[in-house]
T-cell receptor, first 114, second 113 residues
């Protein structure tokens, strides 16, 4: 147990469907990050939150992607009208804030779009 | 554009060998460099480096950073089959009070018995 929980672990969906993933960070961590990792590549930054505020979004995040962290605790990442190119591992990480390096990653949600 | 490049992308060695993994970077607002090990799912933290020339060690693993030449190496001595994994290098950027990680592509290390 890494302390950051992601659900579901695996998701298979048909092209065009919407999917939503959830991340529960370590409770005292106020920063939460979403990354996407495709086969053979390192994780790519998607977006991050400090408490409930979404402070940065990558240009990789098209308008079909939306993320929320409504109460500054768990976060959701929704992908609308999924495409085959969205197939990847979606990783969540949390961090306690400034002057620390404690990025703890969850086990990820593997999305397959068929 | 911030860039982190790892080499080699793949490495196969025999148990007991010593390996050196490389990470070079070209970023703005560097804060630190981190190494992670990824086996099946979650990357697990190995080292964080902030100062040049100071080696960090943990058992058979060690790492060092050169901020002038903008690279880091990760050494593993007396490798074991359990060291087989993808090793990720990430640079932490600090921009306007916020920080994030930019990763390299990873090095897939395979240790054969």
């Amino acid at each position: 147990d890494t302390g950051v929980s992601q659900d579901p672990r695996h998701k298979i969906t048909k092209r065009g469907q919407n999917v939503t993933f959830r991340c529960d960070p370590i409770s005292e961590h106020n920063r939460l990050y979403w990354y996407r990792q495709t086969l053979g590549q390192g994780p790519e930054f998607l977006t991050y939150f400090q408490n409930e505020a979404q402070l940065e979004k990558s240009r990789l995040l098209s308008d079909r992607f939306s993320a929320e962290r409504p109460k500054g605790s768990f976060s959701t990442l929704e992908i609308q009208r999924t495409e085959q190119g969205d197939s990847a591992m979606y990783l969540c990480a949390s961090n306690p804030g400034q002057k620390t390096y404690g990025y703890t990653f969850g086990s990820g949600t593997r999305l397959t779009v068929v | 554009e911030d860039k982190v490049v790892q080499s080699p992308l793949s490495l196969v060695v025999h148990e007991g060998d010593t390996v050196t993994l490389n990470c070079s970077y070209e970023v703005t607002n560097f804060r630190s460099l981190l190494w992670y090990k990824q086996e099946k799912k979650a990357p697990t933290f190995l080292f964080m480096l902030t100062s040049s020339g100071i080696e960090k060690k943990s058992g058979r693993l060690s790492s060092i950073l050169d901020k002038k030449e903008l690279f880091s190496i990760l050494n593993i001595t007396a490798t074991q089959t359990g060291d087989s994994a993808v090793y990720l290098c990430a640079v932490e950027l600090y921009i306007q009070g916020a920080q994030k990680l930019v990763f390299g592509q990873g090095t897939r290390l395979t240790i054969n018995p």
